[in-house]
């Protein structure tokens, strides 16, 4: 069994974490908000797959009192980057290794700069999960993981690939991290952004408003041509199949039913949210390419003015 530590033990940390440690490993959580409730009740789960409890697990509120892993499990908001090398620093020695479960373009290469890149790798996760009340998770549909490698080395996608042994979670591996970043935006721009865009409104509002989907489908179509110039630009050899992609996005999504995306929730709740890794980013990349992405310049302009953090 592995030692983990969960740095960012929000929704998604936690519940990622709880499933490791259900599954025997030894799991550390570092966590500010809810650290009272977790040391009193436990940290629970409610999840479709079925509800449970990790009745006492090991929580921290300084990463040195987690002290050295096998394993990070970076779950923060992109929101939070700064910090995220002084907190995962305390966990690492020689051989550890940090699997980043999180939002946006740009983002292991950004931890690589501070960590190293041999030991990055990126979670990509398709999941509806949402914070309860303190200590609770709530898991409402989906929940499977596509792991890359920053460096794309087969080996150690194999080696991340064991760590989810006999855990309750869908696991699967994407040879090309790059290819499997611009895939996920596809799904997160259009309903990351749309949701707080429209008005506030749920996921379910999006594709059923014919406008609303049609605008989404646009901005996947924007995402998809910026990805594949990326991939070109990068000498390799695969390619996003639009089409294809778009219509799985739809397929999943229509069944969410009214869905409140992360972005969503911190927009709503008055926090910042993740302008620049999942809309800035994916935008500045696709002009450097040349690649024009008119509606993606747009939404992230317009959710840079509704940012909480910037008003």
């Not at 989810?164 to 895939?183: C, F, K, M, N, Y």
Request: aromatic share 6%; charged share 25%.
């Amino acid at each position: 069994m592995a030692t983990v530590a969960v740095i960012g033990a929000g929704a998604v940390g936690s519940y990622y974490g709880a499933r490791l440690a259900q599954a025997g490993h030894d799991v550390r959580f570092l966590l500010r908000r809810d650290y009272e409730a977790v040391a009193e009740r436990g940290l629970r789960i409610e999840s479709h797959h079925g509800d449970f409890a990790i009745q006492r697990p090991t929580i921290a509120r300084d990463p040195a009192d987690i002290g050295t892993v096998d394993w990070v499990l970076c779950g923060l908001k992109t929101t939070s980057f700064d910090d995220a090398p002084a907190l995962i620093r305390p966990c690492l020695g020689p051989e550890t290794r940090v699997l980043a479960i999180m939002n946006g373009l740009g983002v292991e290469e950004r931890l690589a700069h501070s960590l190293g890149s041999d030991r990055i790798f990126g979670g990509l996760g398709f999941t509806c999960i949402n914070r309860g009340e303190p200590g609770v998770i709530h898991h409402y549909e989906y929940g499977q993981v596509a792991i890359t490698h920053l460096r794309d080395d087969p080996s150690e996608l194999d080696h991340a690939l064991a760590l989810w042994d006999g855990a309750t979670v869908e696991i699967s591996s994407a040879p090309s991290l790059i290819r499997a970043r611009w895939e996920k935006l596809c799904w997160n721009v259009p309903f990351n952004g749309l949701t707080v865009a429209a008005g506030g409104v749920t996921t379910e509002a999006i594709v059923t408003d014919p406008a609303h989907r049609d605008e989404a489908r646009a901005l996947m179509e924007e995402v998809v041509a910026a990805g594949n110039a990326d991939l070109a630009a990068r000498a390799r050899p695969e390619r996003i199949d639009g089409e294809a992609v778009i219509a799985r996005m739809f397929a999943l999504t229509d069944v969410m039913g009214p869905y409140r995306p992360s972005t969503l929730i911190d927009f709503l709740e008055g926090r910042a949210i993740e302008v620049d890794a999942i809309f800035a980013e994916p935008a500045r990349r696709a002009r450097a390419l040349g690649v024009p992405t008119p509606r993606l310049d747009q939404l992230a302009a317009l959710l840079a003015r509704l940012d909480p953090a910037r008003a």
